[in-house]
């Protein structure tokens, strides 16, 4: 089981900038697919980015072109760079090691990290 913690959420204005990184446990990490999810008030759980061992990325249509997901194994880190943010994008950003076998969805996750986009 790998341990994360996510941090870098807050309050932040219509079209202002946010950097939310991950930090994982354990010596699988650069041997997995890293994921961020959301989940708004009242809404499903939705996926945002996802970043594979060899680092090809994915992203989901409401936030390409303004959310960079990115790694750096040697850190067992992976940030999600995000710009231009709307209010839409508020929610609890949630931080996923991808189970392998199962695909995408599925197992570790951390505890969560808020960000509010709002005047």
């Known amino acids: 089981q790998v341990q994360l913690v996510e941090s870098g959420g807050g309050l932040v204005q219509p079209g202002g900038s946010l950097r939310l990184s991950c930090s994982a446990s354990?010596?699988?990490?650069?041997?997995?697919?890293m994921g961020w999810y959301r989940q708004a008030p009242g809404k499903q759980r939705e996926f945002v980015a996802r970043i594979t061992s060899g680092g090809t990325t994915g992203y989901a249509d409401s936030v390409k072109g303004r959310f960079i997901i990115s790694r750096d194994n040697t850190k067992n880190t992976v940030w999600l760079q995000m710009d231009n943010l709307k209010p839409e994008d508020t929610a609890v950003y949630y931080c996923?090691?991808?189970?392998?076998?199962?695909?995408?969805?599925?197992?570790?996750w951390g505890q969560g990290t808020q960000v509010t986009v709002s005047s």
């Open positions: 996923n090691a991808e189970n392998r076998y199962l695909g995408p969805g599925t197992g570790d």
């Open positions: 354990g010596s699988i990490f650069s041997r997995q697919t």
